[in-house]
């Protein structure tokens, strides 16, 4: 009996439909490892809560970088930088402190500008019904610090102790830690804390949008001006092609309709060039206290 061969050739119309469906894959292969992405860091500062604006953040930053913008956040300044410093970050918005820290490590991409300056200062707060006129008034006090990596709520104050001969630990009775300048502000409002260290942005800020929440409290010192909390890179990816693409965003955003959404709920005017001797009053106090003089 002669033998019957199986016809294993192609038709032309399967091998146009298998030639395109391996095209589209190849092509989806090499778009996905083509995919260039910016893993950018956010200190737990007062809107991080804000599902919106972290949305506003990263469809901005997507726009106008071309890239997968992917937002990290953590409980402390700490984890942030730790992140940044090992790489598993590109670039992080953190505060003038650890950049001072870790200045040989660090470059600053960016300040941030608000009402069209880029500095802030910390405020020393107190419940509104106390009668107290400045910090001499608050010895013994419960006190609210934000974070121990925190330019204006922590750092300022133990200068600020240290250039009147004392400390944080012997000036006050007891203190802590509420990992959130707007916490701090919560904890002074409900009594929970007597006295606190805040950021001045964030309490002018909640003062618009939340002022139940500040009208119970009083601003009785502020300090000088300090660099506005900076967007930093490490100096070996500060010269990557992404870093130099978020940066040219940054100060971009006031010139797009979705850069000014961003701002617009962070309450910023723009972002500045990058000024190392804007954090010179920040080194200054860290000296201070590493000296000890």
């Known amino acids: 009996m002669p033998s019957i061969k199986k016809d294993t050739s192609f038709t032309r119309r399967e091998f146009i439909i298998g030639s395109t469906i391996l ?65 598993q970050l590109d670039a992080a918005w953190i505060c003038g402190y650890p950049y001072i820290k870790y200045q040989k490590d660090l470059e600053l991409i960016a300040v941030p500008e608000w009402n069209g300056r880029p500095e802030y200062q910390s405020y020393l707060i107190a419940g509104k019904d106390r009668k107290v006129g400045n910090v001499d008034d608050l010895i013994g006090d419960i006190h609210a610090y934000s974070d121990p990596d925190s330019n204006s709520g922590y750092l300022v104050t133990n200068a600020l102790l240290h250039k009147k001969g004392t400390s944080s630990d012997d000036f006050f009775k007891k203190t802590f830690f509420t990992y959130a300048h707007r916490n701090v502000i919560r904890a002074v ?60 965003a940054l100060f971009d955003s006031p010139n797009s309709a979705s850069g000014v959404k961003m701002l617009k709920y962070l309450r910023l005017s723009g972002f500045a060039q990058p000024d190392v001797q804007l954090f010179d009053g920040i080194a200054a106090q860290v000296k201070l206290l590493d000296n000890g003089s």
């Open 189 to 248: 409002a409900s009594g929970l804390a007597q006295s606190g260290s805040v950021d001045g942005y964030v309490w002018e800020v909640l003062q618009e949008i939340d002022p139940k929440l500040v009208s119970r409290t009083q601003i009785l010192e502020k300090s000088e001006f300090f660099g506005f909390p900076p967007i930093v890179a490490t100096r070996k990816s500060s010269k990557t092609t992404e870093i130099q693409t978020l940066q040219k």
């Open 23 to 87: 095209s589209l894959f190849a092509n989806s292969i090499a778009s996905a490892a083509s995919e260039k992405t910016i893993r950018f860091g956010l200190t737990p500062v007062f809107l991080n809560e804000d599902l919106e604006l972290l949305s506003a953040i990263t469809s901005y930053l997507e726009e106008a970088t071309s890239h997968k913008i992917i937002l990290t956040t953590r409980r402390t300044y700490q984890e942030i930088t730790a992140l940044l410093l090992s790489e």
